[in-house]
Nanobody, 115 residues
Framework: QVQLVESGGGLVQPGGSLRLSCAASGNIGSLDAMGWYRQAPGKQRELVAIIRSGGSTTYGDSVKGRFTISRDNVKNWVYLQMNRLKPEDTAVYYC?????????WGQGTQVTISS
């Protein structure tokens, strides 16, 4: 079992920055991939970013050049630095990690971009 606990969501003005954190815990060793997804009202959940244990990353097209994902492989923490935020970034952001054939999700944290 993997438990994912997120923090860092909130309200920020357009053009601002926000940093999300996710801590994974449980009877586990090192995780392979970890990632962030988001879901806006009335829309499908979409990929934001993925980072693998070797450091390779994948970003959704809408956030490339603005968001950066990073991780601590030993502690199983993953972060999402979000810069130059836009109203379109408003969504619930979810931490994700696959482990032993299962996809685990955090509870989600609300990010609202508004002036």
């Amino acid at each position: 079992q993997v438990q994912l606990v997120e923090s860092g969501g909130g309200l920020v003005q357009p053009g601002g920055s926000l940093r999300l954190s996710c801590a994974a815990s449980g009877n586990i060793g090192s995780l392979d991939a970890m990632g962030w997804y988001r879901q806006a009202p009335g829309k499908q959940r979409e990929l934001v970013a993925i980072i693998r244990s070797g450091g390779s990353t994948t970003y959704g097209d809408s956030v490339k050049g603005r968001f950066t994902i990073s991780r601590d492989n030993v502690k199983n923490w993953v972060y999402l630095q979000m810069n130059r935020l836009k109203p379109e970034d408003t969504a619930v952001y979810y931490c994700n990690a696959p482990y032993r054939g299962y996809f685990y999700w955090g509870q989600g944290t609300q990010v609202t971009i508004s002036s």
